[in-house]
């Protein structure tokens, strides 16, 4: 596969000059130079350019003979810096370094444009040769461009300098995380769990585009110092101050992660409070402006007995760093922010890939975890769980701007990681399906003199210590069943519905009621385990000469759970 990065570093550094008048006695021919290509994240929105600087000892020829040089950097992109906070000239958090006989002069950048920074130097000695000028912490809008898109800047002197140079390569925007992994665990119908087990829905591998695309907040704030020292700058003006540094603990990244076709009832989800991975901490906060410090509410969930897969050393999320966080998502998504809290700036960092858990792994993973509160009224996801990551942090004044993807990338949950190797493990799409028995009435009549009684009865109380069932985990709830007549003349209402059937109970209906002059086959469908039919089919009754039959009904494996991979009931 090819290496972007690796391409760009290899073109080099291209010219990049001043276009100025010709009466101006210092003149440069040189390109303004960058130690490096900058890697800007495609997302941010207040991405720091490296420092540019025009000129070295032998670049620039002849002495200044004014004191007032005035320069123009125009960017490809629209520029972001912060307004400085009490500045009535309209000055922004970037400057400009003028070196002239080992003497350094300063300008604060001003706004010229919605691409463009001026800088007007004042006070300069005159005689003297121009050494160099240097731009530091310009800040561009990456976001208005496509990935992998190279950077250009151009330099244009307004008086006392002219230059033969043009537009240049200064940066190159890469994604800030790399395409996320979604790993979807053992498919799990709600009725086959125990109470309070908890199960694992699938894990989210994390990994970040380039060495420095994932920022915390101390970061950002030495980013923003080192490129913005404004000791000693004249022309600052009394009371003019830069407000980010007065921003503490906030202008770290923030990954949103936005879970979907989740159940919207019946269960509890649960996500790690903390994620620790190598050098990267990641910290669950209560949304995207919030600072770094993780929410304090995480509970530990089962025990070691009911933890379903990850039973081993004690309850689930007591070895998670703060514990579970639980919700419920009424709508069938959630979306966490997780805080970038602590990072290698010299490293790839990653959340740790899938492996095959027990408790001392879910530090490092941010696994989904789910319980079922209620079976009886489960209501899964439309399919297979989801997941979509996005860069997200604070607005203006703060550096951890970022903007929403146009189409952000939805990841599947599947039975492998295409980062990692396959883990057989965890085959499955985490996919949840309802607490049901399907009752099949193979012949129903109201026809030619026949006439047929159904019976349903709610079975799941079953007695102590024998829970367990060819068609399930039984479990004592009511619920309620509907009758879908195929045949010749179905009741006007189809699916009749049977009603609400309390467990231990039963409820009967008959055709020539419901369904009169129907002849055909019934499916019942129950939003409980233990259902269980009789039919009663009868001919002629009363009539000196009638007949019956009965049969029990038929208890079907749900399609849907066999495309899952599930056993059927």
């Known amino acids: 596969m090819l290496d972007f990065r690796k391409v760009i570093l290899a073109v080099g550094v291209a010219a990049l000059g001043l276009v100025g008048t010709a009466s101006a006695q210092v003149s440069c021919t040189a390109a303004v130079s960058v130690p490096s290509l900058g890697a800007l994240r495609a997302d941010g929105t207040t991405e720091q350019l490296p420092a540019m600087t025009l000129g070295t000892p032998t670049a620039c020829t002849g002495n200044i003979n004014t004191s007032t040089i005035s320069i123009v950097l125009q960017t490809s992109l629209p520029i972001s810096n912060v307004p400085l906070t009490g500045s009535t000239t309209g000055q922004v958090d970037a400057i400009a370094t003028l070196v002239s006989n080992a003497v350094s002069y300063y300008a604060i950048g001003t706004a010229s444009g919605a691409s463009a920074l001026s800088f007007n130097f004042t006070g300069v000695a005159t005689g003297n040769p121009l050494t160099s000028i240097t731009f530091s912490n310009v800040r561009v809008n990456a976001s208005v461009v496509a990935a992998q898109t190279i950077v250009t800047a151009t330099a244009l002197a307004t008086s006392g300098i002219s230059a033969t140079g043009g537009a240049g390569n200064?940066?190159?925007?890469?994604?800030?995380?790399?395409?996320?992994?979604?790993?979807?665990?053992?498919?799990?119908?709600?009725?086959?769990?125990?109470?309070?087990?908890?199960?694992?829905?699938?894990?989210?591998?994390?990994?970040?585009?380039?060495?420095?695309?994932?920022?915390?907040?101390?970061?950002?704030?030495?980013?923003?110092?080192?490129?913005?020292?404004?000791?000693?700058?004249?022309?600052?003006?009394?009371?003019?101050?830069?407000?980010?540094?007065?921003?503490?603990?906030d202008q770290g990244q923030h990954l949103a992660l936005t879970f979907s076709n989740l159940a919207t009832a019946g269960v509890i989800y649960y996500l790690p409070v903390q994620v620790v991975s190598g050098g990267l901490t990641l910290n669950l906060v209560a949304s995207a402006t919030a600072d770094q410090t993780k929410i304090a509410?995480?509970?530990?969930?089962?025990?070691?007995?009911?933890?379903?897969?990850?039973?081993?050393?004690?309850?689930?999320?007591?070895?998670?760093?703060?514990?579970?966080?639980?919700?419920?998502?009424?709508?069938?998504s959630f979306t966490a922010y997780y805080a970038v809290a602590t990072d290698n700036q010299g490293t790839i960092d990653a959340t740790t890939a899938p492996i095959s858990g027990n408790a001392a792994a879910l530090g490092s993973e941010i696994i989904l975890f789910e319980t079922i509160a209620n079976p009886s009224l489960v209501v899964p996801g439309a399919g297979a769980p989801t997941v979509s990551v996005a860069s997200v942090g604070n607005t203006a004044p703060y550096y951890a701007g970022f903007a929403a993807p146009a189409s952000p990338t939805v990841v599947t949950a599947s039975s492998f990681d295409p980062i990692a190797a396959p883990d057989t493990t965890h085959a499955g799409t985490g996919a949840l399906s309802t607490c049901n028995t399907t009752v099949l009435f193979p012949f129903v009549s109201n026809q030619g003199g026949y006439d047929t009684g159904i019976a349903i009865s709610n079975a799941s109380t079953v007695p102590t210590g024998s829970t367990t069932t060819a068609y399930g985990t039984a479990s004592a709830t009511s619920g309620s069943c509907n009758a879908y007549f195929y045949g010749a003349n179905p009741p006007s209402t189809n699916p009749y519905s049977v009603g609400t059937i309390t467990s231990g109970s039963s409820a009967v209906f008959d055709v020539q009621t419901v369904a009169p002059n129907f002849s055909g086959y019934v499916v019942v469908t129950c939003n409980f385990t233990g259902a269980h039919g009789y039919a009663f089919v009868s001919n002629g009754l009363g009539t000196g000469n009638g007949t019956s039959t009965s049969y029990l009904g038929v208890i079907l494996g749900d399609p849907a759970l066999a495309q899952l991979g599930v056993t059927a009931q």
């Open 297 to 332: 509410t995480g509970v530990a969930v089962g025990t070691a007995a009911n933890a379903g897969n990850f039973g081993a050393g004690g309850a689930v999320g007591v070895a998670g760093n703060g514990g579970l966080f639980a919700f419920t998502p009424t709508s069938g």
């Open 170 to 249: 200064v940066g190159f925007t890469q994604p800030s995380f790399q395409k996320p992994a979604f790993t979807g665990y053992t498919n799990v119908q709600a009725c086959n769990v125990g109470a309070n087990d908890v199960n694992a829905v699938g894990v989210v591998k994390l990994t970040e585009g380039f060495v420095s695309a994932f920022t915390q907040d101390a970061d950002q704030v030495t980013e923003e110092t080192n490129g913005f020292t404004t000791p000693d700058v004249p022309g600052l003006g009394a009371g003019v101050t830069n407000p980010i540094a007065t921003a503490a603990n």
